[in-house]
């Protein structure tokens, strides 16, 4: 499979995107025309339009097999899901393992369905079992400040970082100062080719890309941002937090694939 072949695809694939968000997000905007002031808030809306039209539950679907062998078997104690949007990680959680989940979702729109699918899942705000904050991955201060500066056991990145404004930094925040010790990392992101030739059209590609999903980025090197880590110790002296770490692809994806998987499990020290 050639990369100008998967392009026409991608391409194609923000067309069907746009038609799936455009007329419910259009009748939001006609029912309040001061949206027109704020593009940032009209693709939020137009986000979790596609999201609730059917969109998400087949994002959630094609990397079902993936989630079930990443999340399921690691997650555990409290739960921290970055990009929660609608709560599909809940479906992968083992309750018997799973204490506390917590939903990181910026996006307030997303909200109603997210409070369903922990509710769905078990998970309730009334006995603290759920919590949801409306923030992004990057704001650690916030989030560290709305869990009393509790660390948590397990964070969960799905298909999220991409979109998260300086992704590198945040990474390095999370792990650092969020991440309890021996805590667990789970990476499952579409991320910048290896290939030259794919990564030249992911770049090409981003910039409409990344208007259309809310500001999703096709060229983020996620899984280096990982796996290359390094943290300031007590003594100033930076090192890998990593005990352990591995990376995988996801199965039966081709190279010149330009949504490009990688599936990690990276335990902190």
Avoid at 91 to 106: C, F, G, M, Q, S
Avoid at 227 to 240: I, Y
Wanted: glycine share 8%; proline share 6%.
């Amino acid at each position: 499979m050639k990369a100008t072949t998967v392009v026409f695809g991608i391409l194609m694939h923000n067309w069907f995107c746009i038609k799936m968000g455009f007329f419910p997000t259009l009748k939001e905007v006609i029912a309040r025309p001061s949206l027109l002031l704020s593009p940032a808030e009209i693709s939020r809306i137009f986000m979790a339009k596609l999201w609730a039209g059917g969109f998400g539950d087949g994002i959630d679907e094609a990397g079902r097999s993936t989630k079930e062998h990443l999340i399921t078997p690691n997650a555990y104690g409290s739960v921290l899901d970055l990009g929660a949007g609608h709560g599909h990680t809940t479906l992968y959680l083992d309750h018997a393992k799973v204490t506390r989940y917590i939903a990181l979702e910026p996006n307030v729109n997303m909200h109603p369905l997210l409070r369903k699918a922990a509710f769905d899942a078990g998970y309730h705000e009334s006995d603290g079992s759920f919590v949801l904050l409306p923030c992004g991955a990057e704001e650690t201060s916030k989030i560290l400040a709305a869990l009393d500066s509790k660390p948590v056991d397990t964070i969960v990145s799905v298909l999220t970082l991409c979109s998260v404004p300086g992704p590198q930094k945040a990474i390095h925040n999370l792990v650092r100062d969020v991440l309890a010790p021996g805590g667990i990392f789970l990476l499952y992101e579409h991320v910048l080719s290896h290939r030259s030739d794919v990564a030249w059209w992911q770049r090409f590609c981003t910039p409409l890309w990344v208007y259309v999903m809310d500001g999703c980025r096709l060229d983020c090197p996620t899984d280096i941002y990982c796996a290359d880590l390094e943290v300031e110790d007590d003594n100033g002296v930076m090192s890998s937090p990593w005990k352990e770490k591995e990376l995988w692809g996801q199965v039966d994806e081709p190279e010149e694939h330009l949504l490009w998987h990688q599936v990690g499990k990276f335990v902190k020290n």
